[in-house]
């Protein structure tokens, strides 16, 4: 029998219990997309028009769960049937970060306190950009501040390539990027860069340090490529994808999760660039893996593309085409596999800035023996690792609650 999670990065449903602790009190992600579309504020020219059309979600019980969180209704179009589980989770983690999430959907949730570089500008101590200047033999560096990643190289990528200085900057999450051109500063110097970088923040208590690597010869045409790497430390305590490798399953991973998980638990992992090629990537596992492993994708692009650029017609088009692919998928599984369809944390579109937001995720189950129905607000995304757990034949996750 095989898990298959299904990660939408960054689709919440709407304000957690303890959303004003992170001044995100109003935040809905999947609420506010399809209100936009309802009223005609996301139509754009050749990309979609009209309401959110999602009948595939609707019907594996998304509607039911987002209304649950929200206490209101969605403005989208209601399912004539329910085939799937469907809930709501909240995260008992202390941060709104990617691994703070995935480690607890995989039964660990995460409760020490990250640390963050929260100054908006002078970002970053002078000591720590000294000494990655000294260690790297580089000749400065750029940013030095709170950025959108896209608009940072624009900023910033003509004088990267006279200079040869990376670009350094963060956001709210526990974290700090490092953007360089892919030719003109190379690659594996970048990620050498960022390897120093891991080692030196781990005093600060960062979780990641990202290698934003990017293309392009002048502001405009520059883009960020697929090479990102993600460089993690290790969660605090073994997951469920460390025990089930332990006790001889396979675990494989589709897009970033390897680099999320510091690539523990992982036997197997392949790269993929934006939704579709990791859809792509997760089909060709999904019809030729074992019978006894976890596949892990995460579908990245809602996140990166749309969630922190704050664009509503593109998260609602991206939503629209991952709904066309699930038939596929429901149509590939093996009798005894069950699919997890769930997220990380909240990137509301329509939110001020462009950070992420603290949002309860939906919990949809789906598979040939899995029976309908509701399965409520569940306090912690671990409720999903130990679920996945007992449908492994493992024992139950020290946190959480199955609701198979």
């Not at 600060?204 to 430390?233: K, L, M, Q, W």
């Not at 998260?315 to 997890?340: H, Q």
């Not at 309908?372 to 679920?387: L, M, P, Q, V, Y």
Request: proline share 5%; charged share 20%; net charge negative.
């Amino acid at each position: 029998m095989r898990a298959i999670i299904v990660v939408l990065d960054s689709f919440g449903v709407g304000e957690t219990d303890d959303a004003a602790l992170f001044g995100d009190q109003g935040a809905n992600t999947f609420g506010h997309i399809a209100e936009q579309c309802a009223l005609g504020k996301a139509d754009s020219p050749g990309l979609r028009t009209g309401p959110l059309h999602i009948p595939n979600l609707m019907e594996l019980g998304l509607g039911l769960a987002a209304e649950a969180a929200a206490g209101h209704e969605i403005m989208v179009e209601r399912a004539t049937k329910i085939t799937g589980k469907y809930g709501y989770a909240a995260e008992k983690s202390k941060g709104k970060d990617t691994p703070s999430g995935h480690w607890e959907m995989a039964g660990v949730p995460v409760m020490l306190d990250w640390g963050y570089f929260l100054s908006e500008t002078s970002t970053f101590p002078d000591s720590l950009l000294s000494d990655l200047i000294a260690e790297c033999n580089l000749p400065g560096l750029l940013g030095n501040c709170h950025a959108s990643g896209t608009v940072i190289i624009d900023q910033f990528g003509d004088e990267h390539i006279k200079s040869g200085k990376p670009i350094v900057y963060a956001s709210t999450d526990s974290v700090i990027q490092i953007a360089a051109h892919e030719q003109h500063f190379g690659l594996d110097r970048l990620y050498e860069v960022c390897d120093v970088a891991r080692r030196l923040v781990d005093e600060y208590n960062i979780g990641r340090v990202i290698a934003r690597p990017f293309v392009g010869e002048h502001v405009g045409e520059f883009i960020r490529t697929g090479n990102r790497r993600d460089i993690s430390v290790l969660p605090p305590a073994p997951t469920l994808l460390d025990i089930f490798a332990a006790s001889g399953g396979e675990v494989i991973s589709i897009g970033k999760i390897a680099d999320i998980f510091a690539h523990q638990g992982i036997t197997r992992k392949y790269k993929a660039h934006g939704n579709k090629q990791i859809f792509d990537v997760l089909m060709e596992q999904v019809n030729n893996s074992p019978d006894n492993a976890i596949l892990f994708a995460n579908f990245v692009d809602f996140d990166m593309l749309y969630g922190h650029r704050r664009d509503v017609p593109g998260y609602a088009a991206a939503l629209e085409e991952f709904d066309l692919s699930l038939p596929i998928l429901k149509a590939a599984l093996r009798p005894d596999d069950v699919v997890v369809l769930t997220a990380d944390l909240g990137c509301d579109p329509t939110w001020p800035g462009t950070n992420h937001t603290r949002e309860f995720v939906p919990v949809i189950a789906f598979g040939p023996k899995i029976n309908h129905g509701s399965i409520g607000k569940r306090e912690t995304f671990a409720d999903i690792g130990t679920s996945l757990a007992g449908h492994l034949g493992l024992d139950p996750m020290a946190a959480g609650t199955s609701f198979l």
